[in-house]
Nanobody, 129 residues
């Protein structure tokens, strides 16, 4: 059984930083494309960032987070990260990690939720003064 467990969310002031983590078990982590999604109340889930399983670790970002968020992975620890800097109130949402060995993160692809079959329970990020 695949398990994805997110951590690192919390309350932060605008302009602050958080680092989310997602630890995985039960899947071929090194072969999986990984991603972060978020969902704010009353809004659809949107793809934030993805990272390829390939050695070049190709990444994609939603336009709204480019230059502020950085995705990374540590295959030795089966862990995915999302470093979030310069946080804004509009970043407030439940953040989910997702994984799938059949998904691709390349050339604009990888940020659609339908591409992922494995999901964590989410961690809440609230940006407010």
């Amino acid at each position: 059984e695949v398990q994805l467990v997110e951590s690192g969310g919390g309350l932060v002031q605008p302009g602050g930083s958080l680092r989310l983590s997602c630890t995985a078990s039960g899947l071929r982590f090194g072969d999986a494309t990984l991603a972060w999604f978020r969902q704010a109340p009353g809004k659809e889930r949107e793809g934030v960032s993805c990272i390829s399983w390939r050695n070049d670790n190709f990444v994609e970002y939603h336009d709204s987070v480019k230059g502020r968020f950085t995705i990374s992975r540590d295959n030795a620890k089966n862990t995915l990260y999302l470093q979030m800097n310069s946080l804004k109130p509009e970043d407030t949402a439940m953040y989910y990690c997702a994984a799938d060995v059949t998904a691709s993160c390349f050339g604009g692809y990888g940020l659609e939720s339908v591409d992922y079959n494995n999901w964590g329970q989410g961690t809440q990020v609230t940006v407010s003064s």
